[in-house]
């Protein structure tokens, strides 16, 4: 009686280190996971950032390029200007 409640114990002891080890390997992965998914979205956030800053640069130019027109034009009698200012 006492081998097996020895073995049982063993049994017992066994089971609880496996699923301690498998929980182990499975908050390690977790973490892991969180760290990738973390690198994602500040890469995101980048491409995001620089995408938005291209999109400014690009209205700046366009609003310059504008000007740049309704300048040109204004020398011109009015129907000329009405027109390249509705082209501008």
């Not at 995001?48 to 011109?76: N, V």
């Amino acid at each position: 009686m006492v081998v097996a409640a020895f073995i049982f114990g063993l049994v017992v002891v066994a089971f609880s280190l496996f699923f301690l080890l498998l929980y182990v390997k499975s908050h390690k992965s977790m973490r892991e996971n969180h760290s990738a998914l973390v690198r994602q979205r500040e890469y995101q956030s980048k491409l995001q950032a620089d995408l938005q800053a291209r999109m400014d640069m690009d209205a700046r130019k366009y609003d310059e390029a504008r000007q740049a027109l309704l300048k040109q034009a204004g020398g011109s009698d009015d129907a000329k200007r009405r027109n390249i200012g509705h082209a501008a």
